[in-house]
């Protein structure tokens, strides 16, 4: 054998082990397409388990992808069959990537699905671009006592605490022509819907480091007057700013801002009538109330019977105040009742049993008290905590004697009774079903057997009378609904509005207006025939084509 031989026999197993290894690059290793293969198994068992939070699901997967991107980032520093110097380059470049990435960028907010707004840091949120209401006031006459009270929109979800406006009627159907657009304005960060009267909107904003109680003029949208006092909530999954919506009644202003500043306003003026610090009351601080109540005080005061009635909660440990009452005219405390940490849904007067009473969503019961004294008359147990599986949704009334709640994370929706015999009062369970009206930022309206809401974001109808459900349809996102005579209003999460009339199958979508742009969490508001909606930076109001009696 010659030496050209010896040297081409040397050579070709050389050439066929290099392309036998390129042949096994190009095919995926078995423990990659195990992993692989349990990543989208987890991906799609928490997309689709029943019951599940799709926002919890999407924080698992992006959890699984993370591990997954890790495990393939550690597989080509070790095992690749890249040269020493790429796989040199890997190991150091990504993790630096990844400290510039974080260096440069921040995550401001998340949406209702927990999906991520990333922002350059540093970088002032509209509120902060904003100039100081004070500065932005034209002169006018307020007057906040009630003319029309069937008009009104006096507190958090209107006159009876129910989204649903039965007093009027649509002249024509909702369409590009007779939907009209009356202004818009910019307005400051928060998730306040507005207390409406005479024509007059109130709403809570946050501008700077400032927190506002505000009154705009609905004829034009000119801000009549302000207050405003030096306090800011912020939290990246809670957003900036108050969430309370102020309430209007006797011609005065009462506004629970985020941090517990409770206050009346005179209505003509704004001036302060007198104050409290709730935080101070239960002896707490901002600092301290975060790891009892993380996303801010959201809860309406409710007024009744001469009295204004908020929820009260307690400092990490307790004790716990459920509930408590302030003479509307003076300030001075009435009562305090309940020993249930607070939650997120506001106090509402229902008749159950043929009696008036005030029935309140705690963090892990629902409650009935006496109006006059607060005192606990029944509790029914509704599990939850203020700083995870929150209670947000209002308790609705759906009989004589029969209460229906709803929230997210999982939990569903339920209906009890509550009855009363010879003085002591009791609930009951009627049935309760994960699987229906996850209502997690949002409220319910009931019609006849029906209701109607947003669960983990898909518009709902259910039974009142079995929880079954009777159709679920059209994403809306974490939105609000309101109902004006039959048709349904959606105000999506990403801002649209959409007008909808359901049937016994689903919805008939009978307009889209391109209302507002970004996260919306704010309830619409409805006087007379103008609708207002509002996010953290605009406020637009509507003029549609119905009638009021």
């Given at each position: ?72 980032y550690v597989r080509f520093v070790i095992f690749s ?136 003029d609905l004829h034009g949208g000119a801000l009549r ?325």
């Amino acid at each position: 054998m010659n030496e050209s031989q010896e040297s081409s026999q040397q050579f070709e197993p050389a050439a066929a082990n290099a392309h036998r290894r390129e042949q096994r690059a190009l095919i995926l290793p078995r423990w990659f397409v195990i992993v692989l293969g349990m990543t989208i198994l987890c991906i799609s068992v928490s997309q689709w388990s029943v019951p599940s939070d799709r926002a919890m699901a999407n924080v698992l997967s992006g959890f699984v992808l993370m591990i997954l991107g890790f495990v393939l980032y550690v597989r080509f520093v070790i095992f690749s069959c890249a040269s020493g110097r790429v796989r040199l380059g890997v190991l150091i470049g990504m993790p630096l990537l990844a400290g510039i990435g974080s260096l440069l960028f921040e995550i401001t907010a998340v949406s209702g699905l927990m999906l991520p707004t990333i922002q350059l840091r540093g970088t002032k949120s509209a509120d902060e671009n904003l100039v100081q209401a004070s500065s932005q006031v034209e002169s006018g006459t307020v007057d906040l006592l009630a003319v029309n009270r069937k008009l009104d929109y006096p507190r958090f979800l209107g006159r009876t605490g129910h989204p649903h406006v039965t007093n009027a009627s649509w002249t024509a159907e909702p369409n590009v022509e007779n939907v009209k657009l009356l202004w818009k304005r910019d307005i400051g960060a928060g998730w306040s819907s507005f207390a409406i009267v005479n024509g007059f909107a109130v709403t809570c904003e946050q501008r700077g480091e400032q927190e506002v109680v505000s009154c705009y003029d609905l004829h034009g949208g000119a801000l009549r007057w302000a207050y405003a006092v030096q306090q800011r909530h912020a939290t990246v999954l809670g957003g900036v700013g108050p969430r309370a919506t102020p309430t209007i009644a006797g011609g005065r202003v009462f506004s629970v801002g985020a941090t517990g500043h409770f206050v009346c306003l005179a209505g003509d003026s704004g001036d302060v009538l007198w104050e409290k610090d709730l935080l101070d009351m239960i002896g707490s601080t901002p600092e301290k109330e975060k790891e009892v109540l993380a996303w801010g005080r959201s809860t309406s005061a409710l007024a009744v019977d001469g009295l204004v009635v908020v929820p009260l909660g307690g400092a990490p440990g307790g004790p716990f105040h459920s509930l408590v009452a302030f003479d509307q005219e003076t300030g001075e405390q009435r009562w305090r009742a309940g020993d249930v940490q607070m939650s997120y849904a506001s106090p509402i007067v229902m008749t159950l049993g043929g009696q008036r009473l005030i029935v309140s969503v705690n963090e892990s019961t629902v409650s009935g008290h006496e109006i006059e004294t607060g005192k606990v008359l029944w509790e029914h147990a509704w599990p939850g905590s203020s700083t995870a599986e929150a209670s947000n949704s209002q308790a609705v009334p759906v009989g004589d004697d029969r209460v229906w709640i709803s929230k997210g994370y999982g939990t569903g929706a339920a209906l009890f009774s509550v009855s009363e015999t010879d003085g002591e009062w009791s609930t009951a369970r009627i049935w309760e079903n994960a699987r229906v009206l996850k209502t997690k930022f949002t409220n319910i309206v009931a019609v006849d057997d029906l209701v109607y809401g947003l669960s983990d974001g898909i518009l709902e109808c259910a039974r009142i009378s079995t929880g079954e459900r009777v159709w679920k349809k059209g994403r809306f996102n974490h939105g609000q609904i309101l109902m004006i005579d039959d048709i349904i209003v959606v105000q999506d999460e990403d801002g649209p509005l959409h007008f909808l009339r359901p049937h016994e199958t689903g919805f008939d979508k009978l307009l889209t207006v391109e209302a507002l742009d970004g996260i919306s969490w704010a309830n619409p508001a409805v006087y007379d025939n103008k609708l207002i909606v509002r996010n953290a930076t605009t406020v637009v109001c509507y003029e549609l084509p119905i009638t009021r009696e």
